[in-house]
């Protein structure tokens, strides 16, 4: 028998040992080698006053022990410096390495060099059906097997229905046959310990949550859902318009008011462009996939499908839902799933070459970062106008809704729009109840809070042609992506500056939908200057009737007066009535006043 091949050296330069045999014949054993984990971070030059730039080549010769994995060439233009030239954005290396060589050069990176992780992006709706009372116990012992059967109407099975199971230890979790079956392993005690069933349906019917189940064991349980025709009779082919969009007064608003002309982009998880409300959107490209232009219509979570719908879904085929802006040309850029800050820089940069107007961003992350900041800065200095969702952690604003340059939205709920054993009753906190309008349990909240929109139980678009209701800041931003898009499209102060795209323009945009809106909880952390209202948008009914009787200055409510039981803002922005006041003032000077008017300072 011929010995080893020892022709080809290992890496390392060395041969490798021969295995020794094993005794007795038996086969040999070969211990599998453990893979050292690996972290992304991204290193690019920042320009420093008394530093030299750092070129990416010099960056990269610096780091001869990781490993590049991509390389963000320069797109657009970034903001002039104060010496007034301008300077091409850094090029930007993807390197991936172990976590402690990242943390090394992350702590001694001289000034003139930026270096932080490639975080991974969250869709803002990330989901927390239930909350556990105290410590969770990590469980031990055998599972119980819970089979469960999830129908609609008429004992109709339900497929693809995603179920989660808590009993003392770890959720289960799983999704339906196409007979509507699962069956969820739990651990950590007998079935009668199961404290809670949550089924979140694919399309067409609302969520359930059920506390304190009474389930047998060894036997198939039924969950049956209540379709959303319900609550809405005849839906989809009988249209409806959500509560949200009846908040805002998009039903009062001109038929003419589509949203023609302006560029929206959604960046997200895609969009299902064979969704019967939504073929007309025809451009994207998929941005965890090299840029490709046709891999962004499979949308694998419905995240950015469902966003799609509140801002522009038509009813050119069936009546469904109403979106805002269904004239206006949209662009789905995919982030999702996957995504990480430099998919998110490409994906800007994709939004300044396009010339977008209007960028919906319902997303975040607990992490912030430097070259996400400079980019969305260039991205508002070439006249794109980010707005983007707060975060659904309970807690302070997340990134990048903490910057300056953008448009934060928080969520706020309606009572009695919901049935009261779906999760969406379960976002209700007494404490954060005023009438009939609620701040979920979910929402972010701080004082970067610009506005606050419709969030708890939205009913649009999802991928496979139908309808789901569901929460998040997410549902909340392209509310206000939708009227932003209608400002911009019909607006007197905005529609014939489209060739203007400046950061002015944005400016102005982001003063009026602050100027428009409507305090419902009193609570400017929470709510910011109120949501939106089209009706009070400063000059707007001067550009096309609102509703049948509306006077001429519906846009303005009078000083004092009093809405849904709250004292609205005295009265709206100075540079929101009056144009020429708007190209007098420096813009940062009214992001500040925006950011006070909303803390309720001014």
């Known amino acids: 028998m011929a010995g080893p091949d020892n022709s080809n050296p290992a890496p390392n330069g060395h041969n490798p040992e021969p295995a020794a045999p094993a005794p007795n014949g038996a086969e040999a054993r070969v211990e599998p080698m453990a893979i050292a984990p690996t972290e992304r971070f991204m290193i690019a030059s920042r320009r420093v006053p008394g530093f030299a730039p750092a070129s990416a080549m010099d960056l990269a010769n610096a780091l001869p022990d990781v490993k590049i994995v991509r390389r963000i060439q320069p797109r657009g233009l970034t903001a002039f410096s104060a010496g007034g030239s301008s300077s091409q954005s850094p090029e930007i290396l993807v390197a991936e390495m172990d976590p402690a060589r990242g943390a090394a050069l992350q702590a001694s990176a001289p000034p003139n060099v930026i270096v932080e992780r490639d975080a991974f992006l969250r869709a803002s709706d990330d989901f927390r059906p239930f909350d556990f009372n105290g410590a969770m116990p990590i469980a031990a012992g055998v599972g119980v097997d819970v089979q469960l059967r999830v129908v609609g109407a008429g004992g109709k099975p339900l497929p693809k229905a995603t179920v989660y ?58 969950v049956q859902l209540r379709p959303l025709t319900e ?8 249209g409806m318009i959500g509560w949200g969009q009846r908040l805002m007064k998009l039903d009062r608003l001109d038929p003419s008011f589509t949203g023609a002309g302006v560029k929206i982009g959604i960046i997200d998880s895609g969009c299902d462009s064979a969704h019967p409300q939504l073929r007309h959107v025809t451009r994207g490209a998929d941005l965890t996939n090299g840029g490709d232009k046709t891999s962004w219509s499979n949308d694998q979570i419905g995240h950015g499908t469902h966003c799609a719908g509140i801002i522009t879904a038509a009813s050119d085929g069936v009546a469904g839902i109403r979106g805002f ?28 070459e396009r010339q977008l107007d209007v960028v919906n961003m319902s997303l975040g992350s607990g992490d912030p970062s430097e070259l996400v900041a400079q980019k969305i800065s260039e991205a508002r200095q070439s006249g794109v106008a980010c707005i983007v969702a707060a975060g659904n952690s309970s807690g302070p604003v997340q990134f990048p809704g903490m910057l300056p340059t953008v448009l934060t939205v928080a969520a706020m709920g309606k009572l009695d729009e919901f049935p009261s054993d779906s999760y969406h009753a379960q976002t209700v906190v007494p404490q954060l109840v005023a009438g009939t309008m609620f701040s979920p349990k979910f929402t972010c909240f701080g004082p970067q809070i610009t506005v606050a929109a419709p969030g708890v139980a939205i009913v649009s678009t999802v991928p496979g042609g139908g309808y789901a209701a569901w929460d998040g800041t997410s549902m909340a931003t392209p509310h206000v992506t939708g009227m932003a898009a209608l400002l911009l499209a019909h607006h007197p102060l905005l529609a014939g500056a489209r060739t203007g795209r400046n950061e002015q323009r944005v400016a102005q945009l982001f003063s009026l939908l602050a100027a428009s809106g409507v305090r419902y909880l009193g609570d400017s952390t929470r709510e910011g200057a109120g949501a939106p209202d089209f009706e009070r948008t400063p000059s707007l009914a001067a550009a096309q009737p609102l509703g049948a009787a509306a006077p ?13 039981g709250f004292a609205p803002l005295s009265a709206p922005a100075p540079w929101a009535i009056d144009p020429a006041m708007m190209q007098r003032v420096n813009p940062a000077i009214i992001q500040r006043m925006m950011q006070l008017r909303a803390a309720g300072l001014i």
């Not at 199961?194 to 304190?212: E, N, S």
């Not at 995919?334 to 800007?348: E, M, N, Q």
Request: contains cysteine; proline residues 7%.
């Open 165 to 222: 199971v808590y009993g003392q230890g770890f959720p289960g979790q799983g999704v339906t046959n196409e007979r509507g079956e699962v069956v969820v392993t739990v651990f950590g005690g007998p079935i009668e310990t199961i404290q809670a069933i949550y089924v979140k349906p694919a399309a067409d019917h609302w969520d359930r949550m059920l506390r304190g189940p009474a389930l047998q064991a060894g036997a198939v349980n039924t």
């Open 231 to 238: 609550r809405f009779n005849g839906f989809p082919q009988n």
């Open 325 to 352: 802006a269904p004239r206006a040309e949209v662009h789905a850029l995919k982030v999702f799933p996957g995504g990480r800050f430099s998919d998110l820089i490409d994906a800007l940069d994709e939004c300044i």
């Open 552 to 564: 001429a200055n519906a846009g303005l409510a009078p000083a004092g007066a009093m809405i849904d």
